[in-house]
């Protein structure tokens, strides 16, 4: 891992800040793919918990507008704060009615040459989940599967939308390369497309190893060689990526598979989303975080904030 960008065969000489600022304002035109369907297993009983469990948080809020009636906004605020006690803090989501609709969740799954090791996990547990969010109206959900490819700054994505498709969701055997920054962007571009009112989440799952091959037009000193980016610059765009998420009111939380156990990645990972993390090298441990993240998000809407 190179925390500086370098040619093939060709010494350079480049200023790592402006090489950043060129890859930030390409034009993102990921390449759409179909990965190879090896199938999937739903866990029947999770999905039955899950989908139970959800509709019940969401059928308190339900019955707490019931029972407040053709209320003003306003006196609705007051009528939950009478209910809760004064415990509610963030009031933002009942600031339009158009607001108390639900939530739309994007699960962005890393899908690169080092993720192989999962197998077909992935494609279970998104199976599993996309079954309980059936009955969950109020949700909207996908998977964003998401490579790179390898000689070229391009992302490759597929968008899983049913449990049927949630067999391709694996590693990618052609495009192994991952530049998350272009996979965030595409995912905050795709959610904000849905024109609802919902609150918007997206879940990352990654082991946090960004690489991206790049042909500069305009950075002195490399116009047209092609370079292997160096980790820095690629952290620093996924950082970037995150914080215009953030500023475009789409959270992000990562659940970090730290397999690959670099210290560099776990410190650059932490840093990047700042209690927004959980890091993990036992896939069990993914799962449940994944569960409790989706359940907790809700019981957020509940309560007014997310």
């Known amino acids: 891992m190179s925390n500086g960008s370098y040619g093939y065969g060709k010494s350079i000489h480049i200023d790592e800040s402006e090489l950043e600022t060129e890859m930030f304002n390409i034009e993102n035109i990921p390449k759409f793919t179909e990965r190879k369907d090896y199938g999937y297993t739903i866990d029947k009983q999770l999905a039955r918990q899950l989908s139970k469990t959800l509709n019940k948080i969401k059928g308190r809020l339900d019955t707490e507008i019931s029972e407040a009636g053709d209320l003003e906004i306003n006196e609705f605020i007051r009528f939950k704060v009478d209910k809760k006690a004064n415990t509610i803090q963030d009031f933002n989501l009942f600031e339009e009615e158009t607001e108390l609709n639900g939530i739309d969740i994007s699960l962005l799954i890393d899908c690169s040459g080092s993720m192989r090791g999962l197998g ?115 952290i620093n765009l996924m950082s970037r990526s995150v914080t215009e998420a953030k500023n475009n009111k789409v959270p992000i939380f990562c659940i970090y598979y730290g397999h690959i156990g670099l ?18 090298s036992n896939f069990k441990n993914v799962q449940r975080v994944l569960i409790q993240k989706l359940t907790d998000s809700i019981e957020k809407l509940n309560q007014g904030g997310l």
């Open 120 to 234: 077909q996990k992935l494609a279970d547990l998104s199976a599993t989940i996309i079954e309980a969010m059936e009955n969950t109206s109020f949700v909207n959900f996908k998977v964003i599967a998401f490579s790179a490819k390898h000689h070229e700054y391009k992302s490759v994505i597929e968008i899983i939308d049913t449990k049927d498709k949630a067999g391709r969701i694996h590693a990618d055997e052609h495009d192994l390369h991952d530049n998350h920054s272009l996979a965030i962007d595409f995912a905050v571009k795709d959610i904000l497309s849905t024109n609802t009112d919902n609150k918007k989440l997206i879940i990352l799952i990654t082991d946090g190893y960004p690489e991206a091959e790049f042909t500069p037009k305009t950075t002195k000193g490399a116009i047209g060689q092609q370079l292997k980016v160096g980790f820095q610059t690629m």
């Open 263 to 280: 210290e560099i990645q776990r410190k650059a990972m932490d840093k990047m989303f700042r209690g927004m993390i959980f890091e993990s």
